[in-house]
């Protein structure tokens, strides 16, 4: 009998250039002051989950209504949240993980689309936790996406153009990926999950 065993390897694919890490990292941290936005998987380096938003009340919660509606057409579990930045909603699906950029000022039309090919015979079956994917990533402009065959893939926020791509494993050897990325200074870190026999 065999034992099947995940472990977990990180992979870093560098941002920009030496020496302007401390720009990316000032941007960020900027960046999340504004309650506006949301550019982390978890809203902001402390992890916490919490938008100081306060037009929605325990007062006026009774009158929300439904101001418009996206489908992403991908019928699996949806798990992270979108990314907001500056009136730009990015939302992303489980496999085969496409990223839509949202117009929020345009009742969520769709400015951009990024839809990845991957093989579904070599990377489902190995995948660990369904087909989901936890999120996205932001920093120097790109938004960053660890596509469940392991390829982290950076994406022109603006345009949704592929602006560098790193296949990090293989599924074929049992490696997938679905966590949010997360960026740290000129850094992004993005795990993979990796079936053992």
Same mark, same amino acid.
């Given at each position: 009998m065999t034992m099947k065993l995940r472990t977990v390897s $990180?992979?870093? #694919?560098?941002l920009i250039?030496?020496?302007?890490? #401390?720009a990316v990292a000032d941007e960020l941290l900027e960046m999340q002051k504004n309650s506006d936005n949301w550019i982390m998987p978890a809203g902001n380096y402390d992890n916490q989950r919490y938008s100081k938003l306060d037009q929605?009340? %325990?007062d006026n919660a009774k009158d929300l209504r439904v101001a418009w509606t996206f489908s992403t057409g991908? @019928? +699996?579990?949806?798990?992270? =949240?979108? #990314? !907001?930045? &500056?009136? /730009?909603?990015?939302?992303?699906t489980p496999f085969p993980n496409k990223v839509f950029a949202?117009? $929020? &000022?345009?009742?969520?039309?769709?400015r951009w689309k990024y839809?990845? !090919?991957?093989?579904?015979?070599?990377t489902v079956p190995v995948m660990c936790c369904d087909t989901i =994917? +936890?999120?996205l990533a932001y920093g120097d402009g790109k938004i960053?996406? *660890?596509?469940?065959? %392991? /390829? #982290? !893939?950076? @994406?022109?926020?603006? %345009?949704?153009?592929? *602006?560098r791509s790193v296949k990090r494993d293989d599924p074929k050897q049992g490696a997938t990926s679905t966590g949010a990325p997360h960026v740290f200074k000129d850094k992004v870190f993005a795990a993979i999950s990796k079936l053992m026999t």
């Open positions: $990180l992979a870093i #694919l560098a250039m030496s020496g302007m890490e #401390l929605i009340n %325990t991908v @019928l +699996r579990g949806h798990e992270g =949240n979108p #990314l !907001v930045i &500056d009136g /730009t909603m990015y939302v992303h949202l117009d $929020l &000022d345009e009742e969520g039309a769709i839809e990845p !090919v991957q093989n579904y015979e070599e =994917n +936890r999120g960053f996406l *660890a596509q469940a065959d %392991t /390829t #982290l !893939v950076a @994406l022109d926020a603006k %345009t949704g153009k592929v *602006a």
